[in-house]
């Protein structure tokens, strides 16, 4: 932290009230700054990917089949003569676009299942053995089920992934809900004559967010993670567009002379899963107090 | 006690019911008719018509439920389309396989990740603490079947030491089934280890902080005998749930890796069953998984109650 945010006053300064703290907290957090820059590089990668790639990542040139990495090919090439570098840039921004679109709708019906959940003690036990019941799958073998049998597409992946992501979300999304909802400033709201709906998402979620934040940025790593292994399976986002597993995936056969095809893009997950999983820690240090040991 | 296990089994059966109910929908979610998948263009009508007779899907939806249920509180999960065998003797012709190679994982990550997590414990926030941590989070930021790949590229494409896949039983050959089982459990095992070593860190954080450990520490015990015979059986208790998680982490990633090491397991045959549609062979696979996964976090929940009797309370 500079000498220049120690000697302010706590909630003074530019960045005032309870979130310019959490931000000020973050900044000094090392996960949190250790991880955004990595997540940023990838994601920048992601978005200029046109301007960061020197081949075409679809273009096959069977002059350059199967080439280690060389200054031209610096991730080498694969059996289609394409360029490894070129397609690990363009598959970060699927994976990433998936792993977002993941967030989202996980972050939706989460909030939703478990904000009704939390607060509506009448439907509380349906909904939460619903959860438990899709918990009970392994959550691999159940995206990768949903996935084939709605056929593998960008959506249907992305359907796939949500539903075995949101459980866990609604669970925590409840327990931050059944905390918030016995403080004595809801029951303000109430005598102040608030509708129920108002209370619960204008003051009870608004201050149950923390560790729904905290879960999304792991949900990300996951999601991640868990396209690879579908694509790996056979019932990922479907070529020629390529993802980071759908290269491990068809690199795969290559394994012998070319090891490069499969070893890159699985750094590349490492690097994206890592910084997300140190971003969620650190995110977790500040606006999670309770979980931190 | 009884009051306990009979309101958590009371739970679980709501559970499985669920369920149940969701891998008998499964085939509901096929857009379309699922036996046009199943048969190619070629098909008579006759072969489409038996095809759904074999399925149940020719009678009406409260008649299959029915029927589904009559069947599977038998134990009979129906017969594979393709395999022309019942699904629940595939399953459990498999079982041992799968159980095997998820055994050993979960010991061996276990045994490293209880060791590791106290020594970071013992070290709070010192480099070991740091180092341990570090090497826990890279862990599980790595996708479990690229490290089975690069670690068939190492010992078994480069080294020629171990073979790249396959399955030798136990009773058939002792040491070819450890050099088979090797390379997949040790990949398991290492992308769980992580996992385990942060829990027993913060399980043993928190007991290493509280009053009963001062005293011990007071009436001048060595720091090796404080951890081991007052910190961690303590810490084990919370420990414990870690056993239920990693058991659906571990069904799962056998579901991967014997994918990736051509093990004929569990996890292939419903992998092999969800690529070709075999719809018995996936809804009973799903069912039989997940009936393990709630059985074991059954146990563990009353293991826990037994060992923290405050938890019967909750």
């Known amino acids: 932290m500079s000498a220049n945010a120690t000697a302010r006053a706590p909630g003074a300064g530019p960045t005032r009230g309870p979130a310019g ?34 081949f075409d990542p679809l273009r096959s040139n069977v002059r350059a089949r199967l080439q280690e990495p060389s200054s031209r090919h610096w991730f080498g090439t ?31 019906f989460g909030t939703l299942i478990g904000a009704l959940a939390g607060y509506f003690y009448r439907v509380d036990n349906l909904l939460m053995r619903l959860m438990d019941a899709l918990m009970a799958f392994p ?46 400033y809801v029951e303000a709201a109430r005598a102040l004559g608030a509708g129920e709906m108002r209370i ?48 491990i995936a068809q690199g795969r056969d290559f394994m012998v002379d070319a090891p490069w095809i499969c070893l890159f893009p699985g750094l590349a997950i490492i690097v994206a899963v890592l910084g997300l999983n140190l971003l969620g820690d650190g995110l977790r240090d500040v606006l999670d107090p309770r979980m931190k040991t | 006690m009884l009051n306990f ?27 379309g008719d699922p036996t046009a998948i199943l048969l190619d263009a070629s098909a008579s009508p006759e072969q489409a018509a038996r095809l759904r007779a074999q399925l149940g899907l020719d009678k009406a939806l409260p008649l299959q439920m029915a029927e589904w249920y009559g069947r599977i509180l038998r134990g009979d999960l129906g017969q594979s389309i393709l395999l022309n065998r019942s699904v629940t003797s595939a399953l459990l012709e498999r079982l ?44 599980m930021s790595v996708p479990d079947f690229w490290l089975g790949l690069m670690l068939v590229f190492v010992f078994a494409l480069q080294f020629g030491v171990l073979p790249t896949g396959g399955f030798v039983p ?49 009436k001048g015990l060595s720091r090796g005998r404080i951890v081991l015979r007052h910190g961690l059986p303590n810490a084990l208790i919370p420990i414990l749930t870690v056993l239920g998680i990693l058991a ?67």
Do not use: K
């Not at chain 1, 598959?91 to 967030?103: E, N, Q, Y």
């Not at chain 1, 792991?218 to 980071?244: C, D, K, N, R, T």
């Open chain 1, 21 to 54: 703290a959490a931000l000020r907290r973050l900044m000094a957090n090392r996960s949190f700054m250790i991880g955004g820059c990595l997540v940023l590089a990838i994601v920048l990668a992601a978005i200029f990917a046109e301007w960061l790639t020197p």
């Open chain 1, 78 to 108: 694969d059996h289609f003569g394409r360029d490894i570098f070129s397609r690990v840039v363009f598959g970060a921004r699927i994976s990433l676009t998936i792993g977002l679109l993941v967030v989202i709708a996980t972050g939706a």
């Open chain 1, 139 to 184: 959550a691999i073998l159940l995206a990768i089920t949903v996935s084939a049998v709605l056929g593998a597409s960008v959506p249907n992946v992305v359907i796939a992934l949500s539903v075995a992501t949101t459980p866990h979300t609604a669970r925590i999304v409840r327990g931050s809900v059944l905390m918030v909802r016995g403080l004595e």
């Open chain 1, 200 to 247: 619960l998402f204008r003051h009870v979620l608004a201050n149950a967010m923390g560790p729904l934040i905290v879960r999304l940025t792991y949900v990300f790593a996951i999601a991640i993670l868990a396209e690879a292994a579908l694509s790996f399976v056979g019932v990922g986002p479907p070529p020629p567009a390529p993802s980071f597993g759908s290269i």
């Open chain 2, 5 to 31: 296990i009979s309101r958590r089994l009371a739970s679980s059966l709501l559970v499985l019911l669920l369920v149940s109910l969701l891998t008998f929908g499964i085939i509901g979610l096929v857009p």
């Open chain 2, 96 to 139: 041992p396989v799968t159980l095997s190679l998820a055994g050993i994982a979960l010991v061996v990550g276990m045994l490293l990740g209880i060791a590791a997590g106290i020594i970071a414990a013992m070290n709070h926030n010192r480099w070991p603490d740091q180092i341990v941590m570090g090497t826990s989070l890279l862990g």
């Open chain 2, 170 to 218: 136990l009773q058939d050959d002792a040491v070819g089934w450890l050099r088979t089982i090797a390379l997949p459990a040790t990949t398991l095992a290492l992308v769980h280890v992580g996992f385990v070593a942060r829990m027993t860190r913060a399980a043993m954080l928190d007991v290493l902080n509280q009053d009963f450990i001062r005293t011990a520490d007071a």
């Open chain 2, 248 to 314: 659906g982490g571990l069904l799962g990633g056998t579901v991967i890796i014997e994918q990736v090491f051509a093990i004929p397991g569990v996890g292939r045959l419903i992998i092999g069953a969800i690529l070709s549609r075999d719809f018995p062979v996936i809804q009973g696979g799903l069912l039989f998984l997940a009936v393990i996964y709630l059985g074991v976090n059954l146990l563990v929940d009353i293991l826990y109650a037994v060992a923290d009797p405050r938890q019967r309370l909750q």
